[in-house]
């Protein structure tokens, strides 16, 4: 029951970063127009932009940005503490209630950094604005992106090796049958995979500088009208990002020895991509291996724990949530002339994600059905849900 020396390494070290990731610098960005205009320019800290929107009356998304990015670490912490504790204690119901604990910790953990995702789109949309000499686009991810980027990451890897303390009791008897389920998975999983596709294709995110604006507000002069229509700044001031041409272009930006770079690249290619993809993978061999009922509950098992790992750190839900926050809290800028908006690929992709949650939810029937049947009497199973926060077997300890 002791903790693994490697998890509370990784665990402490994230949290010494998450101070410098709250109060370092997150980002920079300056557009300009011919050498000499600057446009619209911002340099922001995690906490900073959190106040910069209250102050200008987007409560809601500095709720959720602080929400996402303190309350949940400190949750994190405090969660794991209690449940370390509880876990030894002769009282039934408090160590079942450090299971749930850590088993919320586990779930809740990727959720500490949407909004980095947006930033990362950000990037490549402030870039794709240089157009020199008419249109100049800068933008970096400082010390304060690499340190948040790090606790998130850490911090979720971690956690996925803390141990839960084993049932206390009989856990809850499924009933559900669910037949055909490796065909109806299938479905799902085609589905699935179009719209992926499809969705990574398209623009998910837009910027565009909205020119009335920004004479109405000063930031260019109206006299020189007739001069900024020649350099037609209106058609050159619109930029769109996928998922597909951001990967790529950190890859090129990775040549150059960018640090933020690779992280934003693993963060949007490994844990975005490949952990949700592989997570449907593993869903569907789950489902079929039900159906056919050729396996040993012993072989349903191993796969449910590939399952447990790449749900908690799959982070296309995050992603997404991340985007709608940035984007719809992007109203500070739309004053300023700069205006964020989401592109047909985000609804996409939301339709992507619906279809992963349901075949875990599916497959999560179905296993614990089979699973059950295969046990002997007064074995349980894992629970379906975690949210219900239900008893689980120590079998079935860490189940889809």
Partial sequence: DRPRGWVLGLLASSYVLLIPGLVCTLFSFKIGAIDAITLKEATDNMLSFAKLLWDTGSWSGC?????FSTIIPVMKIVLLVLGGIWRHSKDERKVTWARRMISCVQVISKWACPDMFAYILML?????????????????????????????????????????????ADSYDHEAKIPYVGFITSGLFVAFAVLMGIGCS??????????????????????????????????????NVSIWACCIDLLKMMKSAEA??????????????????????????????????????????????????????????????????????????????????FGPGIWILFGAEACHYATYYLVALAVANRTKDGLPKGRATEDVDSDASEETTEDEEGAI
């Fill in 63 to 67: 709720i959720l940005i602080l929400t």
């Fill in 124 to 168: 490549y949309l402030i870039r794709s604005l240089n157009h020199p000499p008419t249109l100049n686009g800068l933008m970096i991810l400082d010390v304060g992106f690499t340190c948040f980027s790090v606790f998130c990451l850490g911090s979720t890897i971690s956690s996925l090796g803390v141990r839960r303390p084993p049932p206390t």
């Fill in 202 to 239: 398209m623009a998910c995110m837009t910027l565009r500088l909205d020119i009335d604006t920004l004479y109405a507000n000063g930031t260019i002069d109206a006299a020189m009208k007739p001069f900024v229509d020649q350099l037609n700044l209106p058609a050159l001031a619109h930029s």
């Fill in 260 to 341: 933020n770079s690779f992280f934003a690249f693993v963060m949007l290619a490994i844990f975005v991509l490949f952990a949700t993809v592989a997570h449907m993978v593993v869903l569907l061999i789950l489902a079929f291996k039900v159906q056919l009922r050729r396996d040993e509950v012993s072989s349903l098992r191993r796969w449910e724990e590939v399952s447990a790992a790449l749900r908690k750190v799959s982070m296309l839900d995050v992603f997404l949530v991340g985007v709608l926050i940035v984007v719809t809290s992007g109203s500070i800028y739309a004053k300023q002339g700069v205006v964020l908006g």
